[in-house]
């Protein structure tokens, strides 16, 4: 309520009395909108950030300290994307919640002697801030006189509070956090570079494993400056199409003719030169690229595949790889099919790649899209076979064409008994599944005799030839159709050769 005393010349009194509760109510409304995170209740970024700036004036101040604790869930969009945002909105609210326990009981909070000032002047026990700062990220901001001993306890707390399941829409789902920290002073004098090296100790997190955590220091932050350095510059190639489909010719092990291919995507940088696919790919898979990449390169070697039918060449079999992360979207048949059928070529040409960790993710809803794709007519196969952990109950269920064994066993089947028996039993395991079975990395003439031997059908690796641009792929091409010629005039009985379009 607000009022004015307004006296006459009567002597009489005139109260004005105005009810403002719901002025103050909508004022209220609007710093919650402002300050708080509508779907978790937490603090949000404008929140966290005037606190933070505030307890590192108090910090500078009074010779205190502040930690930063910069959270993000790995793979979190996966959630999203496969069983959707309800889904994932309300699995965001529990681990809000979990957050807020374990920080509310830490070990660190609850330790007497950590004195804490507050930024308010009041002494207390340290407790940490949360805020929830972005989609599936949070920070921690902790603040007294404490050491990165205390910020690595909340970081230890955090990840044992989000180790169990959690139970959401009848699914069991398991979500990790990859936790950065910076320390002031040590680490940083503002909350911006605060800010900026928690998060590239978080990145660094992630590049070690996910699941962990990571105390900055300088060597991370150079690390973090060359990935986003990296970052920005793929992301840059892609728009101006400087990335490139090699082809990767498969052989028949015994008559060596060609049977087919692996598109394998190459940077070549103008300042570079060629950059690692594993330190690019990796980078793509971060940031979410790696979705219009991966469609990208189908498009590619679909575009490139009209090109040799329009030339009268036997088309071969080619082997695109499926990301992860495109592999656990709902409408991953919907965007493998499209440009196949656009391009108007059979989907039997193309063998999709999946490693074992790609589809033991979640094995019943990756056994649900091998067979949506299977129906479709796409070749199904699991790369790098033997590094994962694929059930063999799994495997027999799993509608596969394909087993490709890992090139670490094929190097040292000649000096590695372990190895090479490895080898000898996916050749024979494939083989008793009715599964074709691909070696990669093949380099010496010893590995292809032993594989030759123990009856491997397809092999692929520098003895034979590396990656190669479309043009010269297309020279082999040339040179097995001509060799395939005499035998498709004689009828039938021709073995060997390219796969037929």
Same mark, same amino acid.
């Given at each position: 309520?607000?009022?004015?005393?307004?006296?006459?010349?009567?002597?009489?009194?005139?109260?004005?009395?105005?009810?403002?509760?719901?002025?103050?109510?909508?004022?209220?409304?609007?710093?919650?909108?402002?300050?708080?995170?509508?779907?978790?209740?937490?603090?949000?970024?404008?929140?966290?950030?005037?606190?933070?700036?505030?307890?590192?004036?108090?910090?500078?101040?009074?010779?205190?300290?502040?930690?930063?604790?910069?959270?993000?869930?790995?793979?979190?969009?996966?959630?999203?994307?496969?069983?959707?945002?309800?889904?994932?909105?309300?699995?965001?609210?529990?681990?809000?919640?979990?957050?807020?326990?374990?920080?509310?009981?830490?070990?660190?909070?609850?330790?007497?002697?950590?004195?804490?000032?507050?930024?308010?002047?009041?002494?207390?026990?340290?407790?940490?801030?949360?805020?929830?700062?972005?989609?599936?990220?949070?920070?921690?901001?902790?603040?007294?006189?404490?050491?990165?001993?205390?910020?690595?306890?909340?970081?230890?707390?955090?990840?044992?509070?989000?180790?169990?399941?959690?139970?959401?829409?009848?699914?069991?789902?398991?979500?990790?956090?990859?936790?950065?920290?910076?320390?002031?002073?040590?680490?940083?004098?503002?909350?911006?570079?605060?800010?900026?090296?928690?998060?590239?100790?978080?990145?660094?997190?992630?590049?070690?494993?996910?699941?962990?955590?990571?105390?900055?220091?300088?060597?991370?932050?150079?690390?973090?400056?060359?990935?986003?350095?990296?970052?920005?510059?793929?992301?840059?190639?892609?728009?101006?199409?400087?990335?490139?489909?090699?082809?990767?010719?498969?052989?028949?092990?015994?008559?060596?003719?060609?049977?087919?291919?692996?598109?394998?995507?190459?940077?070549?940088?103008?300042?570079?030169?060629?950059?690692?696919?594993?330190?690019?790919?990796?980078?793509?898979?971060?940031?979410?690229?790696?979705?219009?990449?991966?469609?990208?390169?189908?498009?590619?070697?679909?575009?490139?595949?009209?090109?040799?039918?329009?030339?009268?060449?036997?088309?071969?079999?080619?082997?695109?790889?499926?990301?992860?992360?495109?592999?656990?979207?709902?409408?991953?048949?919907?965007?493998?099919? &499209? #440009?196949? &059928?656009?391009?108007?070529?059979?989907?039997?040409?193309?063998?999709?790649?999946?490693?074992?960790?790609?589809?033991?993710?979640?094995?019943?809803?990756?056994?649900?899209?091998?067979?949506?794709?299977?129906?479709?007519?796409?070749?199904?196969?699991?790369?790098?076979?033997?590094?994962?952990?694929?059930?063999?109950?799994?495997?027999?269920?799993?509608?596969?064409?394909?087993?490709?064994?890992?090139?670490?066993?094929?190097?040292?089947?000649?000096?590695?008994?372990?190895? #090479?028996?490895?080898?000898?039993?996916?050749?024979?395991?494939?083989?008793?599944?009715?599964?074709?079975?691909?070696?990669?990395?093949?380099?010496?003439?010893?590995?292809?005799?032993?594989?030759?031997?123990?009856?491997?059908?397809?092999?692929?690796?520098?003895?034979?030839?590396?990656?190669?641009?479309?043009?010269?792929?297309?020279?082999?091409?040339?040179?097995?159709?001509?060799?395939?010629?005499?035998?498709?005039?004689?009828?039938?009985?021709?073995?060997?050769?390219?796969?037929?379009?």
């Amino acid at each position: 309520m607000s009022g004015r005393y307004l006296p006459n010349a009567t002597g009489q009194v005139l109260t004005i009395v105005r009810d403002i509760t719901q002025r103050k109510e909508t004022e209220a409304h609007i710093h919650r909108l402002a300050y708080f995170d509508a779907l978790t209740g937490l603090p949000n970024r404008e929140w966290i950030g005037e606190y933070l700036s505030r307890s590192l004036a108090y910090a500078s101040a009074h010779h205190g300290s502040v930690a930063l604790l910069y959270v993000d869930l790995d793979q979190f969009k996966r959630i999203n994307d496969t069983l959707g945002h309800d889904t994932g909105d309300a699995l965001l609210r529990q681990v809000a919640g979990r957050l807020r326990d374990a920080l509310a009981h830490s070990s660190v909070a609850d330790d007497p002697s950590v004195p804490v000032e507050g930024v308010g002047g009041a002494s207390e026990r340290l407790r940490g801030q949360l805020a929830r700062v972005g989609g599936d990220e949070f920070i921690v901001v902790l603040s007294g006189k404490l050491g990165p001993q205390h910020a690595e306890q909340a970081a230890e707390r955090i990840l044992s509070a989000l180790a169990a399941p959690f139970l959401q829409g009848g699914y069991e789902l398991v979500v990790t956090p990859s936790i950065g920290i910076a320390v002031f002073p040590d680490h940083g004098t503002d909350a911006q570079s605060l800010l900026k090296n928690a998060d590239g100790a978080m990145y660094e997190a992630k590049a070690s494993g996910r699941n962990q955590f990571r105390v900055y220091n300088n060597t991370l932050n150079a690390r973090a400056l060359k990935r986003l350095s990296l970052e920005m510059e793929l992301r840059r190639a892609f728009e101006n199409s400087q990335l490139q489909v090699y082809y990767q010719p498969k052989y028949d092990t015994r008559s060596l003719n060609v049977v087919g291919a692996e598109a394998l995507l190459r940077w070549f940088h103008a300042e570079r030169g060629q950059i690692s696919t594993a330190d690019f790919i990796a980078v793509a898979e971060e940031t979410g690229l790696i979705g219009e990449i991966g469609r990208w390169t189908l498009r590619q070697v679909c575009r490139d595949l009209s090109e040799w039918r329009g030339q009268g060449l036997i088309l071969p079999s080619i082997a695109v790889n499926v990301s992860g992360r495109e592999f656990m979207r709902p409408d991953i048949l919907v965007r493998t099919s &499209e #440009a196949v &059928e656009r391009a108007r070529l059979s989907p039997s040409l193309f063998e999709l790649e999946l490693t074992e960790g790609v589809l033991m993710q979640d094995a019943e809803a990756g056994r649900r899209s091998l067979l949506a794709l299977k129906e479709f007519g796409f070749a199904l196969a699991v790369d790098d076979f033997g590094t994962g952990y694929c059930s063999l109950n799994y495997l027999k269920r799993f509608p596969l064409d394909t087993l490709k064994i890992d090139r670490s066993f094929v190097a040292d089947i000649g000096a590695d008994a372990d190895d #090479a028996a490895i080898v000898r039993a996916i050749i024979a395991l494939g083989h008793n599944l009715n599964l074709k079975i691909v070696a990669e990395g093949v380099e010496t003439a010893a590995q292809l005799q032993f594989l030759r031997t123990e009856g491997c059908d397809t092999v692929q690796g520098f003895l034979m030839s590396p990656a190669v641009p479309a043009p010269a792929f297309v020279e082999l091409l040339r040179t097995a159709s001509a060799r395939a010629e005499p035998a498709r005039a004689a009828g039938p009985k021709r073995t060997g050769g390219l796969f037929a379009g």
